[in-house]
């Protein structure tokens, strides 16, 4: 990857996240190169690991701390390495995510990123950081979790994800069968194009602003489920709302104020709904057989602040 100077690089902070004071006054040394080179690369495994952008990024720090100690000279592979230390960092952020999220006031979302193009031209990665996905992966312990993400999206090998999680290559063997499964008994049943879901989408978006129940019926799946995460902090909905005639009434009542414009959301089209030019909330769709099966609403002010730049994501 050719390295760029501090005054070329405008990668936002979202992908800046562990970038050193060195290379961002332009200093450059050979640890600091490598992990600029993989710096996008990290944050998806912890952010596909953790489905937080600012537990990702405090991840990516804690890899720098670790990675400038290293002694690159004894390093064969340093993106392998890299990714060993972000995945172990994840693990030990995800233990503890796992208990404060048992206490999260309502549905608990991924925290939404604004992606940039080339994330939705990579169909694999797109599914991966969908948010309908991300929720999949919420139902897996951390270890499976992670090896999951480590084989099935960024296909290492065995004996690599062993060395990143503790374990044996053939432990990691059964536990990547298991998530499989698992996965595969949750994820949605077929795969859904990004013309199939855009069309819903826009569908979905001129019905609400016309207030249309006829559109609004047309679009939604009969057992449509809609989600709102508003994280105690704003009005939310604290249960998922199941059926079209419940979701279609709260949908009808969504005032004539709020602007709602579509946009790249985790690689898939989406919603942004604002408030006096502000983002006030996100709306990340299912799409099943042409209709919306399901609508994941992100109201928590918290999980906003990666939606004002476009983060880019690598494999």
Known sequence: MEQKTAEQDATPDAERAGAPEAERRGATDPATEAFVEHRNLLFTVAYEMLGSAADAEDVLQETWLRWKGVELAEIRDRRAYLVRIVTRQALTRLRALGRRRESYVGPWL???????????????????????????LETLGPTERAVFVLREVFDLGYDEIAEAVGKTAAAVRQIAHRARAHVAAR?????????????????????????????????????????????????????????????????????????????????????????????????????????????????????????????????
């Open 110 to 136: 991924p925290e939404p990123l604004l992606t940039t193009p080339d994330v939705a031209e990579d169909v694999e990665l797109a599914d991966s950081v969908s948010i309908a996905m991300l929720l999949v």
């Open 187 to 315: 994820r949605p049943r077929e795969a859904v194009s990004a013309v199939e879901t855009r069309a819903a989408v826009e569908a979905f978006r001129r019905a609400t602003e016309t207030g249309d129940l006829q559109r609004l019926l047309d679009v939604l799946a009969p057992d449509v489920v809609l989600l709102t995460d508003g994280g105690g902090v704003v009005r939310a909905v604290l249960e998922p709302i199941t059926g079209v005639d419940a979701v279609t009434a709260l949908l009808t009542r969504i005032p004539d104020t709020v602007v709602i414009e579509p946009a790249e959301v985790n690689g898939r089209p989406a919603l942004l709904l604002r408030v006096g030019g502000e983002v006030d909330s996100v709306i990340g769709v299912q799409v099943r057989d042409g209709r919306i099966q399901g609508l994941y609403v992100v109201r928590n002010p918290e999980k906003l602040s990666a939606i004002g730049r476009e983060t880019t994501l690598r494999r």
